[in-house]
């Protein structure tokens, strides 16, 4: 073992050693800070046992000083004083592991190169990712095993918004797996854009990073954490809901091109029963709506055929048609009960239409549809529907491109960013629920590689704590057995407390930002300890604490200044011309 | 409703510290006030550049009182285990006062010629010292006398012709000093100035001083006035001595100082029962020493364990000053 960090200080021996925690004196040349790691051996009889710990607070005081005017007597050259400066060390490894109190007078090291190692436990994991950078300005490295599914899986990440740490988060995390050697071929990303139009540029150089002063630098900490290629994401598929009016456009702003517009045709409306995903509120739940939406939604699927001559339209058959939905041969538009239907308007109008004629509820004919729910609950969900088929306006036509999921997405690119911002909060919902569940329909047929990491924010909205909805039921599902099957969630919330706890406690990497103080106390922040609970409360921009399941301490990690454009301002201008030349030709 | 003006100064202390009044002083030296050619006032120092200080204080601490019996001799020999520190801070030269120099020393003595060797204990080492009378007030003296010793080679060590040194207490070591030594003395045990002469004392205003005065053949002294309990009476008079072999100028240019630049290191009376007298660095100095010289608990369990291997001898290490090491420590 080499010790070739410089002593920084001395083991306290005023107030007991512990073998979780310590105080050290530092040394009147040597200063140690918040985080920093640093190594103590200890000559046990028994053998000698080197203990590391992580710098948790640092404290100075005036020793001889009992009184608070005593300062100014110092500071006046009256009293005599020793200026006195201490670190508190919260203990992370006993190496080896016997658990005993360093010795008080023992001189503390700071934890450098192979003891910075196994102060981090990388010597422990078989495969890492650097995923930002310690106090000291070295990689922080987190264990693959826990971040992929191998051993655990899935992120939570937490802080208040605006100070950069989420969505930052999140992207330093995917881009550095997209750098990562053995992982870049094995990872493909559905990232959810609910904020501006920020992310549908990430694919491009950041301006202010080439501007920076310290673009030297702020490049030699991007290539210390591996990355290969130092600007945007190399390889995006933007996709953003059909524009009201102009369904072949995109609905956003301030990017066009390279932007396709998703959504989904009637067809695959009907057979994958997307009509779930109009009823996610909580309170549809509880109601007797659910059961209504169940029964149309089984009906539409049993007598749904494709109709030959109209692509992507759903045709409804008088009654059930056997077999396999996907399998049912088209029939000709005069064979149909119902239909064409080339959106979600008409198959809405009909679907009101049926439930809400007198004569087919009083015969008993309209009992498969609604079976023996009230007229009260039926009228309810038409008013449902209706609205929802004004909110989803575009989204579901015959012509639509769906976001391709599973072996579809062989050939696309392995970051699929798809922009939410304008669309209702309820079609928000609609997209977010329909893709959580295609993508881990198609884990559950296909294989675990590529790994499908999911990047989500807002998950209180998706995954509250209280209530239950089919997106809730889909990302406990996936918190429960996707890193098994190849889907990892990095979910992102301002409150992990406002979050469903099957969903925060699954997640095998913890990371938080900037807290709010209240929050900071809840049980959901137990992996912070006291002190860096407090610091949680004055995390910078940029910077955030990573607890992991091989590393028993949380740790602070800073991610250095993008160099992809997480805004349009922030787009190089090359970025710009180009998108001047598309819009303008 | 008396009289505003026949009213009272009253100067309080804390009786923890012994009387702050008591006419049976045992120095009974002369006092002369003819020395200083001035008329008998209170003087005020002409304002000059603060220079530096440096403030020297000793402590004691008995730790465990023997009682040595041989086997051929019947009358057993009373001894004693302590500890003795001196230190020394030096103030005014830059931005803050430190703690320069700190010593502390532990020796064993008992009666008589022979020196009593106590084996290391822990990390408590004894010095084996002779050299004490056979009465009963005989091994206090000593423990003092050493502790004198402490403070007076700080004295010499860190005197310089521009330094003014303080010593805690009488010059009753230092004497013969010929460096610019001045003692301090908080208590007044012996009123020296009579009558008219007195009443000047009372009339003393802060960074005032009286006239010197002899007091027996080898020291000048005279009073000051430190700030912080009023001004009437003798609340916060302090009085300076200094060494009378340094010669009449020189004493007085020391006094002048010492006036001038005490009086910004004046106790305070919430912090320190001894204030203003006892003055800021003094007493940092002292809880540092006291401190320093570590636990007495402690100190009586290693003599006790000590105390098993111990040996008297009759070569007597003499009677040398406890020695302090070349290097000087910084601060504490």
Redesign the interface.
């Known amino acids: 073992m080499t010790a070739d960090g410089g002593p920084v200080g001395v083991v306290l021996g005023h107030q007991a050693a512990s073998s979780q925690s310590f105080q050290v004196g530092i040394d009147e040349d040597a200063s140690l800070e918040v985080d920093d790691l640093v190594a103590v051996t200890t000559p046990d009889p028994a053998g000698e046992v080197t203990t590391y710990g992580v710098v948790t607070e640092a404290y100075a005081q005036l020793e ?1 000083a009992s ?1 608070p ?2 300062t100014q ?3 006046a ?6 200026l006195v400066r201490t670190a508190e060390v919260q203990v992370v490894r006993v190496d080896p592991e016997r658990w005993i109190a360093p010795h008080p007078g023992v001189v503390a090291r700071r934890a450098r190169g192979e003891e910075r190692e196994r102060a981090l436990y990388e010597d422990t994991m078989t495969r890492t990712l650097a995923m930002g950078l310690g106090r000291d300005g070295l990689p922080i490295r987190l264990d693959l095993d826990f971040l992929d599914g191998t051993k655990g899986g899935h992120v939570s990440i937490s802080g208040i918004s605006g100070v950069a740490t989420k969505t930052s988060t999140a992207l330093a995390l995917v881009r550095l797996l997209l750098a990562h050697p053995d992982m870049r071929r094995r990872v493909r990303v559905l990232i959810f854009n609910v904020k501006g139009e920020d992310l549908l540029h990430i694919d491009r150089d950041n301006r202010r990073y080439a501007e920076r002063p310290d673009r030297a630098d702020l490049d030699a900490r991007w290539t210390a954490l591996g990355l290969d290629h130092i600007g945007g994401f190399p390889d995006v598929g933007f996709w953003a809901p059909p524009r009201p009016g102009a369904p072949g456009m995109p609905d956003c702003e301030t990017r066009l091109q390279d932007v396709r517009v998703f959504g989904w045709t009637p067809w695959r409306f009907v057979t994958e029963g997307l009509l779930r995903f109009c009823f996610t509120d909580a309170s549809d739940m509880r109601s007797q709506l659910s059961f209504v939406e169940e029964r149309v939604r089984g009906e539409l699927l049993r007598r749904a055929v494709p109709v030959d001559g109209y692509p992507g339209s759903v045709g409804l058959m008088p009654g059930p048609v056997p077999g396999d939905p996907e399998r049912r041969t088209a029939r000709q538009a005069g064979e149909l009960a119902a239909g064409p239907f080339s959106d979600l308007e008409g198959l809405v109008e009909w679907l009101v239409e049926l439930l809400g004629d007198d004569e087919l509820m009083r015969t008993g004919d309209a009992r498969p549809w609604v079976g023996n729910a009230a007229a009260g609950t039926v009228g309810a969900f038409t008013r449902r529907l209706q609205s929802a088929a004004h909110r989803l306006r575009g989204l579901v036509r015959s012509d639509a491109m769906a976001i391709p999921r599973g072996e579809a997405a062989q050939n696309e690119p392995p970051v699929a960013v798809v922009h939410l911002t304008r669309l209702h909060d309820f079609a928000q919902r609609f997209v977010v629920g329909t893709l959580l569940s295609q993508t881990f329909a198609a884990k559950e047929r296909g294989t675990r590689d590529p790994i499908e990491f999911v990047v989500l924010d807002e998950l209180n909205k998706y995954a509250p704590r209280e209530g239950s909805s089919p997106i809730k039921e889909t990302l406990i599902d996936i918190a429960q057995r996707g890193r098994s099957l190849g889907v990892i969630l990095v979910g992102a919330q301002q409150q992990a407390s406002l979050v469903a706890p099957e969903v925060t406690q699954n997640a095998a990497v913890r990371i938080t930002g900037r807290l709010d103080p209240a929050e900071a106390e809840r049980s959901e922040y137990g992996w912070l300890n006291p002190a860096t609970r407090a610091r949680a409360r004055l995390l910078m921009q940029g910077r955030v604490l990573v607890s992991q399941p091989s590393v028993p301490a949380p740790l602070a990690v800073e991610f250095p200044f993008p160099p992809w454009a997480t805004a349009a301002g922030e787009v190089a201008q090359a970025g710009r011309a180009q998108d001047a030349i598309a819009q303008f030709g | 409703m008396p009289d505003p003006s026949s009213r009272l100064s009253i100067h309080v202390a804390d009786p923890g510290y012994g009387p702050g009044l008591d006419a049976s002083e045992m120095d009974a030296a002369d006092v002369r006030t003819d020395v200083e050619p001035v008329a008998w006032a209170p003087l005020r120092p002409r304002a000059r550049p603060a220079g530096e200080l440096l403030f020297i204080d000793g402590a004691q601490q008995i730790e465990a009182w023997l009682t040595v019996s041989q086997a051929d001799d019947p009358r057993p020999l009373a001894g004693v285990a302590f500890a003795v520190a001196a230190g020394a ?1 030096r ?2 030269h ?6 320069v120099d700190l010593h502390v020393r532990r020796a064993a003595i008992c009666e008589g010629d022979r020196c009593l060797h106590l084996p290391p204990a822990g990390a408590f080492r004894w010095d084996p010292r002779a050299g004490s009378g056979r009465d009963p007030f005989a091994l206090a003296r000593r423990v003092g006398q050493m502790r004198g010793e402490l403070e007076l080679q700080l004295a010499e060590r860190w005197a310089s012709p521009e330094r003014l040194i303080v010593l805690d207490g009488r010059l009753s070591f230092v004497r013969d000093t010929h460096g610019p030594v001045v003692g301090a003395v908080k208590s007044h045990h012996r009123i020296y100035l009579e009558g008219e002469y007195g009443m000047v004392v009372s009339r003393l205003a802060v960074g005032e001083r009286t006239p010197l005065f002899a007091i027996g053949e080898d020291r000048l002294s005279w009073y000051q006035r430190l700030p912080g309990v009023g001004e009437g009476g003798w609340a916060g008079i302090l009085r300076g001595e200094a060494p009378r072999a340094l010669g009449l100028e020189a004493a007085r240019t020391l006094a002048d100082r010492a006036t001038a630049e005490l009086p ?2 004046a106790g ?1 009376p ?2 320190d029962p001894r204030a203003p007298q006892n003055m ?2 003094i007493m ?2 002292e ?2 020493l006291r401190h320093r010289m570590g636990d007495r608990k402690l100190a009586l369990r290693a003599v006790r364990q000590a105390a098993a291997g111990a040996w008297l001898e009759d070569a007597a290490p003499d009677a040398a000053p406890l020695p302090v090491p070349a290097a000087l420590t910084a ?2």
């Open positions: 001889g009184m005017s005593d007597a110092y500071t050259g009256q009293m005599p004083a020793q | 801070v103030a005014g830059g931005d803050r006062a430190e703690v910004r290191y305070r919430h912090r800021v660095p940092t100095l809880g540092r601060a504490a």
